[in-house]
C-alpha cells in the first residue's frame, strides 16, 4: 500500500509569470516516453509482478522503494505544469466570474496546448509537450529481472536526456527547479539499476554513467541537493520496509565520479520535501465555479468542525 503526505518531494519557487507554453514544455516530463508515467508504470508493475521476492528481495525492494518515489516525481512534475499555468503565488482568488462576453481568455486560443485551458482549467494532464496522451504501451515488465532491470536503466538513461533538453528550453525558474531536482534523483535510479546487474551479472553498468555525459555540477539547480548528499541517497519510503535494498545500494559502493564524494546509503522514510502552492481560483473560467462563495463557507465549517 501507499502512504500519502501532504507536500512535495522538494521546494519549488514561485513561478514569475503565467507561462502556458513553459508548462507544455515541462508536460513532456509527465506524459513523454521518457517521463515520470513511464517511469512510475514501470516500476510499478514490475514491483506487482515481481517474481521469488522472498528469494531476490533486494531487488524486490529496490523497484518498490523506487516506485514509491516515482509516485511523487508524478505529483512534482504536476504540480510544476500547474504553477506555470496559474503564474505567480496569490492567496487571494479573483473576484465573482462577472461579464464574460468580452472573451476574457482570448489569448489562450494561441497557446501551443488549448486543452490544458479548455478541459483541463490549467492543470496537468498524462499527455506529452504536445498533448498526446501518455499510455500502457510504454510499459514494459517482462517477469525476467535481468531484462527489466536492464529496461529501467536504459528508461532512467533516456529520461535524463530528457530532462536535459527540456531544461535548456525553460528559463523560468518553477520549471528549471523541477528538471535540476529530477536530474539529481533520476541519477541515483540509473545507477541504482547499474548496480543492480552488476551483482546479477557481474557487468560493470555503472561505467556507462552519467548518461548523456554531462555531470550535475554544470546545472545550478542540482547544486542544493548534491550539497546535502541527495545522489548518495535511496529512501525507503516506508517507515519499516525496503531496508533490504542496502546489499545493492551500500556495502562501500561510492558516489558516481563527477558528484561529490562520498558512501552512497539508505534512508528510512522520505525526503524533508517542500509546501504544495495554492493556485488562485478563476471564477471566470469556472475553477472552482462561478460563484464558489457558498462552497468556501461549506468548506470553513467543515475545517472548524474536525
Known sequence: MFLRVDKLQAELPAPKRKDPNAAAALQELLGGK????????????????????????????????????????????????????????????????????????????????FASFASNGGGAMPVNSNSMSWNADMVTTTGNVVVDLLHNFHLECGARLHKLRVYETLTDPTGRAVCGYLLVRGSVHAHAYALALKQITGVELEKFLPTPNINLDKIPECQQYLAEGSHRRLYTFSPADYKDMAGIWGNGEMALPGDPVGQLEVVDGMPEGGKIHQLTGIPSAFTPDYAPEEMFEIATKLYKKA
Open 34 to 113: 521518457y517521463g515520470e508515467m513511464s517511469t512510475l508504470g514501470n516500476y510499478m508493475f514490475q514491483s506487482f509482478n515481481f517474481r521469488s521476492k522472498s528469494k531476490l528481495r533486494p531487488f524486490y525492494s529496490l523497484v518498490a522503494s523506487i516506485t514509491a518515489e516515482e509516485l511523487g516525481h508524478v505529483e512534482l512534475v504536476s504540480n510544476g505544469v500547474a504553477m506555470l499555468n496559474n503564474g505567480p503565488d496569490n492567496d487571494g482568488d479573483e473576484a465573482d466570474g462577472g461579464d464574460i462576453s468580452g472573451a476574457p481568455f482570448e489569448a489562450m486560443k494561441d497557446i501551443r496546448s
